[in-house]
């Protein structure tokens, strides 16, 4: 019977079904946070929480079809925060999060505007749900498990909605082929 070793190639029916699953299950849960920290510890890449690595650099601006999304009353107040989410030392995506100030707790603001948290954990007490708008497999999809860890595999965009239903952010998330990793 083979063994496989760290750094070995997923074989391609199961990277496959890996990445089925995930799909799925970002498809279904009510935050990206929740389904990969679940994720991660299934697959033993971490015994720490997900982090959020927030990236430099100037911000997305909201557009006009994000704003509607939003369900914005005219001057409201966006704020934007780009992160790549790491579990251990795998980068599993990154994502640019366009959420609204005035629909969180002064203490959840700053813990956006200062730490290295999720927003989904951040923004877990208010009982957030998913809807998503797109998801799409990349190039390399086909044969996830040939995929270098870094290389981009699929892309969710979706909306945070409270419970009530009002929206608290659009999320653009890029899934690198990390996701796949069992350490």
């Not at 909201?62 to 001057?75: N, T």
């Not at 995506?93 to 609204?100: L, R």
């Not at 927003?119 to 995929?147: S, T």
Request: charged letters at 20%.
């Amino acid at each position: 019977m083979a063994t496989s070793l760290p750094g070995d190639p997923i074989p391609a029916d199961a990277a496959i079904q890996s990445l089925h699953d995930l799909c799925a299950r970002l498809l279904a849960g009510p935050s990206a946070t929740a389904v990969l920290e679940a994720w991660c510890r299934e697959r033993g890449l971490t015994t720490t929480d997900l982090v959020a690595q927030v990236l430099p650099g100037p911000g997305t601006p909201v557009s006009p079809a994000q704003r509607e999304r939003l369900e914005l009353p005219r001057g409201a107040v966006v704020r934007y925060r780009r992160v790549r989410l790491a579990c251990g030392r795998h980068v599993l995506s990154e994502a640019e999060n366009w959420y609204v100030p005035g629909r969180l707790t002064p203490a959840m603001n700053h813990l956006l505007e200062t730490s290295d948290t999720p927003f989904g954990r951040v923004v877990h007490p208010l009982g957030p749900k998913r809807r998503n708008l797109d998801l799409c497999l990349l190039a390399g999809a086909e044969a996830p498990g040939r995929l270098a860890p870094h290389d981009p595999l699929f892309t969710v965009a979706a909306l945070l909605l409270r419970a009530d239903g009002l929206p608290l952010c659009e999320v653009a998330e890029t899934y690198t082929a990390a996701v796949l990793a069992r350490d």
